[in-house]
């Protein structure tokens, strides 16, 4: 078991472009949650997923906002048009009896 | 969806003295965990702990369900013990946050 890994650490972006994150769970674990955190907030739930199925999103989820987990395993978040106000740190958590996050990926905008 | 305030928002302390963090939740929970956040992001889970008390180390937690709070002790404090410390809930499918107790050990 070795957690629950995230890439990149960090991720600088020209507004516009779109980027992907990465997160590899708990093998045994089958859901799989993201969350975005702002400076001087805790974390805010964004979507989940039992397996491959997406079952809950966020209304902070908007349209240029995409998840995937397409073999029940690894997932992606991408965003779309990236602007300034998606700077924030991505955090995936997988549960078991109780949650594992991982060390988050970093995003700013410039 | 489930409200969780934590309390005090700041904390300093003096190495070696003891505290205490508080987190109430606005609804029945089946989920309870603490948080301790470092300062590259990281979430470090502390407690899973629904209900009851647990120690680890110079940490405890007690959970009182049917009131909805939940304490953490830090005895003997460290300068390693800062740090954001979070309470988050689940009632339902996820867990929601606090917004944190800033603590910090000065030596």
């Known amino acids: 078991d070795t957690g629950v890994s995230q890439d990149p650490r960090h991720k600088i972006t020209k507004r516009g472009q779109n980027v992907t994150f990465r997160c590899d769970p708990i093998?045994?674990?089958?859901?799989l949650y993201w969350y975005r955190q702002t400076l001087g907030q805790g974390p805010e739930f964004l979507t989940y997923f039992q397996n491959e199925a997406q079952l809950e999103k966020s209304r902070l989820l908007s349209d240029r906002f995409s998840a995937e987990r397409p073999k029940g395993s690894f997932s992606t978040l991408e965003i779309q048009r990236t602007e300034q106000g998606d700077s924030a740190m991505y955090l995936c958590?997988?549960?078991?009896?109780?949650?594992?996050f991982g060390s988050g990926t970093r995003l700013t905008v410039v | 969806g489930i409200q969780v305030e934590q309390s005090p928002p700041d904390l300093i302390l003096q190495e070696g003295a003891n505290s205490t963090l508080r987190c109430n939740f606005s609804d029945s929970v089946n989920n309870l965990q603490w948080f301790h956040q470092n300062p590259w992001g990281q979430l470090i889970n502390l407690f899973y702990?629904?209900?009851g008390t647990k120690q680890n180390g110079r940490l405890s937690a007690t959970t009182v369900a049917t009131e909805r709070y939940s304490l953490l002790y830090i005895s003997s404090s460290q300068t390693t013990d800062s740090g954001v410390y979070f309470c988050?809930?689940?009632?339902?499918?996820?867990?929601?946050f606090g917004k944190g107790n800033q603590v910090v050990v000065i030596p």
């Open positions: 988050a809930v689940s009632g339902n499918n996820r867990l929601a």
């Open positions: 093998s045994e674990h089958n859901r």
């Open positions: 702990i629904p209900s």
């Open positions: 958590a997988s549960s078991g009896v109780g949650y594992t």
